[in-house]
């Protein structure tokens, strides 16, 4: 997990005395006098997996800051529960599958990220098995995962909602061995984050940290823009709306930059002061996996 040590002659010295069930990184802390997450943004590759539904909702809620994350040498993963099969009203489910992931592919491409996979579930049939439970916790182990971001459990579309579940559930069993033993636990608990949403019932969103992504808002929409059966055909068709021939790319930009929420707008003025921002992305700690401060969050996350 962790890549590079600072050459801190008192590390290697105190090494030994770590106790068996302290953190790297917290011992780190102790021996340099720098917070946790100082240390792990300095020594330490993050390791994410971003956890959607669909083929193209890890770049929808996260293309940015995962762009980000990516371009400073981080671990991103994108992983989609199921196949994307239903969402045309051309393409047969086989042959929908199959352009979804390769539009999956090239979205991964133009963002820089490590991975991107997609399950066989198939598209608007997800539910909170025992079965899918047990490859979300393999898949978070086997990524060696230090955050973990999915959608809230309470969402319109009921793939959203159980792979929110599904994500809640593996947060404290990735760390029990006996659960899925053939593949080995992990022995931190990762930090589990929500996408943000705009549902209100039971309890809105909530933004703990915020990121500004002007200056990556053209790669999103490139990632968005690789996902053409949906951004182009699909999504349209279903909203009755037209897609201008010519400078679609525009038209992505325009209909996709949705206003900034207010508590993301908090959340970006308590972190970069104040200042016009224009493109946000905004997530929501989950309170079953490791717990954060918002400071750490900060120092976490990419400017
Ligand atoms: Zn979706």
């Not at 705009?198 to 915020?210: E, K, Y």
């Not at 200042?275 to 997530?283: L, S």
Request: charged share 25%; net charge negative.
């Amino acid at each position: 997990m962790i890549k590079t040590i600072l050459a801190c002659p008192n590390i290697t010295e105190n090494k030994n005395v770590r106790s068996r069930n302290e953190h790297p990184i917290t011992h780190l802390a102790t021996v340099v006098n720098w917070t946790p997450a100082a240390i792990a943004h300095t020594i330490h590759t993050v390791r994410i997996i971003c956890i959607g539904a669909h083929p193209d909702d890890c770049e929808i809620e996260f293309g940015g800051a995962a762009y980000k994350f990516a371009a400073s040498g981080h671990a991103v993963k994108f992983l989609s529960v199921t196949n994307g099969a239903a969402g045309h009203h051309v393409h047969a489910a086989a042959e929908l599958a199959a352009i979804r992931k390769h539009e999956a592919g090239e979205a991964a491409r133009r963002l820089g990220i490590a991975e991107t996979e997609i399950l066989g579930y198939n598209d608007g049939e997800l539910l909170a098995t025992l079965d899918a439970r047990e490859e979300i916790v393999r898949r978070i182990r086997q990524w060696n995962a230090d955050v973990a971001l999915t959608h809230r459990p309470w969402d319109y579309h009921p793939d959203h909602r159980y792979t929110g579940q599904l994500v809640q559930d593996s947060a404290y069993l990735v760390m029990v061995p006996r659960l899925c033993p053939d593949t080995p636990a992990l022995r931190h608990n990762p930090l589990f984050l929500y996408l943000e949403d705009g549902f209100q019932l039971p309890a809105p969103f909530v933004a703990d940290v915020a990121v500004a992504i002007d200056d990556v808002w053209e790669r999103k929409i490139s990632a968005l823009d690789a996902h053409a059966s949906q951004f182009y055909e699909w999504l349209p068709w279903i909203d009755g709306r037209d897609v201008p021939v010519d400078h679609r790319m525009e038209w992505l930009s325009t209909t996709w930059g949705r206003p900034i929420s207010k508590c993301a707008r908090v959340a970006l003025t308590r972190r970069y002061g104040r200042g016009e921002v224009q493109h946000a992305e905004a997530f929501q700690i989950c309170e079953y996996g490791r717990r954060a401060s918002r400071q750490e969050l900060d120092d976490i996350f990419p400017r």
